[in-house]
């Protein structure tokens, strides 16, 4: 008898690797060519700002909170800020989750209305507002913070849907009835801390929105932090590029604090349930 070799089969690990390897370097260039989209703008932001007749200097920033109504304008926003963001939140938190909750089959055309702010032109949005809105309230800044929650409902109704998509809803709410909690204890009890990070994303966004809103505000007569960095480039340019250079990489700080507390949260050593 004849005895027949089988030949072995040749592993595939290598041609594996390679794409592997092709891959990880085409994520690296991505990366890179990103990262060099975003920094070189701002690197260029940052000499502009740091140029002075004796050669360059960061003084310009020490020097931000002494300017002329800096601290006047920057309050302003900050109020509007914190207003805009409790009006936000306590519209917007019950109603998305009642939407998911109680009426599923209207989410998408829930979704399609809170997507009109951003349809509508800002200026459309604040010359109708001025043509309808009581005179007590336009003598105050508050009506900012009204059409601010009006036009930060899609940012924030996003978030909170993306946190409540990621949820058992039903589930957590049946439990927590069924061990007689009512609905108030339930949504601060066991709702909102699981909302957490989709709570912080619509508080930043919202804030970013307010503070670097220019349009509504210019045309209402207020001189919130953007309208003074556009009123005071035309004095000094380089002080209204370090203030805006500094608001940008607020933000994105911000942003970076969310996906690390998110990040602690979801960890399974972090102690948290």
């Known amino acids: 008898m004849v005895a027949l070799s089988v030949p072995e089969a040749v592993p595939a690990r290598p041609a594996r690797r390679r794409r592997s ?12 060519l990103t990262g060099l989209y975003f920094l070189v703008p701002l690197y260029a932001a940052l000499d502009f700002a740091v140029q002075t007749p004796d050669g360059p200097s960061l003084q310009v920033f020490g020097g931000i909170p002494g300017q002329a109504g800096f601290l006047d304008a920057f309050g302003l926003s900050l109020t509007l800020a914190l207003v805009t963001t409790v009006i936000t939140l306590v519209l917007m938190v019950p109603t998305a ?3 998911h909750l109680r009426l599923p089959r209207v989410q998408r055309l829930f979704e399609g209305i809170t997507i009109l702010p951003i349809v509508i032109p800002p200026v459309v949005l604040i010359v ?9 309230l336009k003598g105050t800044p508050m009506l900012l913070a009204l059409v601010y929650a ?13 946190g409540l998509r990621a949820l ?3 589930t957590l709410v049946e439990a927590s009835r069924s061990l007689g909690a009512g609905w108030t204890t339930t ?6 801390p699981n909302l957490r990070s989709a709570l912080l994303s619509a ?6 929105l307010v503070l670097g809103e220019y349009t509504m505000a210019s045309l209402d007569q207020y001189e919130t932090f953007p309208v003074w960095v556009v009123v005071f480039d035309q004095d000094n340019a380089h002080v209204s590029v370090a203030v805006s250079l500094l608001a940008l990489i607020g933000t994105w700080i911000l942003l970076l604090l969310i996906s690390l507390i998110d990040r602690r949260r979801r960890s399974p050593n972090s102690g948290e349930s």
Do not use: K, N
């Open 128 to 136: 109708g507002v001025l043509q309808v809105a009581p005179g007590e």
């Open 97 to 99: 989750i009642y939407v």
């Open 187 to 192: 949504l601060f009890r066991v709702l909102l």
């Open 203 to 208: 508080t930043v966004l919202t804030v970013a």
């Open 168 to 170: 058992s809803l039903t």
């Open 21 to 32: 390897t092709g891959a990880s370097w085409l994520r690296w260039v991505v990366l890179v």
């Open 150 to 162: 009006v036009l930060a409902m899609p940012f924030a109704y996003r978030s909170l849907d993306s």
